[in-house]
């Protein structure tokens, strides 16, 4: 299993698992804590055994919990790799990624670092991200196997990159902080699609 505690003390070791400092990781332990707490507040399910009972669990602390969800994000390995690194089986790091997406979403949202998806006009915008002088935007694109079925191969393939792909719209700030980011759509779309732009 590896071990949490040493990678959190070592600057490189944690850009390299998680991609935050540790005065990044404490910060939005603080919000994911929160959000964690009133999850497990929330939940009305008795349980079925006394507190301690049963085996004791490999993500304990709520460091653990949030370092196990930002490598999954970040290093994106199968369940069967995670749960290997963790002590876990497989289908219970799948379980721990589904419980934990969601109260990363809530933290990270929370602190306003989380993309935005939809924005409808510039007024928005401005509300949004107040301050903001200057923004970029580039696209991003993933290469995908081609549909077995025939009649939708057609729809994911590229003209311009010669292959099946999707792609998303990303929009940063000068600091390059994703601010937005579209739904992934198929590859042959217009960028000005992405973002509700039709003429």
């Not at 299993?1 to 070592?10: C, E, F, S, T």
């Not at 379980?95 to 934990?100: C, D, E, F």
Request: with cysteine; net charge positive; aromatic share 8%.
């Amino acid at each position: 299993m590896l071990d949490i505690n040493r990678i959190l003390d070592d600057y490189h070791l944690l850009r390299a698992f998680t991609g935050l400092n540790r005065e990044a990781f404490d910060e939005l332990c603080l919000s994911f804590s929160i959000a964690l707490h009133k999850a497990t507040a929330a939940t009305d399910k008795p349980r079925k055994r006394a507190p301690g009972g049963g085996r004791a669990a490999r993500l304990q602390r709520v460091e653990d919990k949030l370092f196990f969800i930002l490598f999954y994000f970040k290093c994106y390995p199968t369940f069967d790799v995670a749960g290997m690194l963790f002590d876990l089986h497989r289908s219970r790091a799948h379980r721990w990624m589904l419980r934990l997406q969601p109260l990363l979403e809530t933290a990270l949202d929370k602190k306003m670092v989380l993309p935005h998806r939809q924005i409808n006009s510039i007024e928005e915008f401005i509300t949004r991200f107040p301050g903001v002088p200057q923004v970029s935007s580039d696209e991003t694109k993933r290469r995908l196997l081609p549909p077995k079925d025939p009649s939708l191969q057609q729809s994911p393939y590229s003209r311009q990159k010669k292959r099946h792909s999707d792609k998303q719209l990303v929009m940063t700030d000068e600091n390059k902080q994703v601010m937005w980011l579209s739904k992934a759509r198929e590859g042959l779309n217009h960028d000005r699609k992405a973002v509700g732009i039709t003429k």
